[in-house]
Nanobody
Framework: QVQLVESGGGLVQPGGSLRLSCVAS????????IGWFRQAPGKEREGVSC????????QYLQPEKGRFTIAAVNAENTVTLQMWKLTPEDTAVYYC???????????????????WGKGTQVTVSS
């Protein structure tokens, strides 16, 4: 059974940084695409970044490119999202999601993801 557990969220001041972690169980990272998504209050869920772990291919959805870095730690079955220069607009619940590489359509969007974590809250506020 695939399970994704996010951690690392919290309250941070504008301009600060956070690193989110997604620990995966019941799957082998190399055979999956792992993505980070977020949902702000009153808004639809949106993609942040995806990684094809086997190839190391990273996708970033604007405007996160340059401020966020996604990485996989295979030995720990973990995918992280390092975030810098956070603004109040980054406030959201951040979700980790996964889809088998064989089912991935190349688009880092929530429509194609098959497994989801419960999310971790990120609040950017002074």
């Amino acid at each position: 059974q695939v399970q994704l557990v996010e951690s690392g969220g919290g309250l941070v001041q504008p301009g600060g940084s956070l690193r989110l972690s997604c620990v995966a169980s019941g799957l082998t990272l190399d055979n999956y695409v792992i993505g980070w998504f977020r949902q702000a209050p009153g808004k639809e869920r949106e993609g942040v970044s995806c990684i094809t772990v086997r190839d190391g291919i990273r996708q970033y959805l604007q405007p996160e490119k340059g401020r966020f870095t996604i990485a996989a730690v295979n030995a720990e079955n973990t995918v992280t999202l390092q975030m810098w220069k956070l603004t109040p607009e980054d406030t959201a619940v951040y979700y980790c999601a996964a889809v088998p590489l064989s089912d991935y359509d190349g688009e880092c969007d929530d429509y194609g993801m098959e497994y989801w974590g419960k999310g971790t809250q990120v609040t950017v506020s002074s």
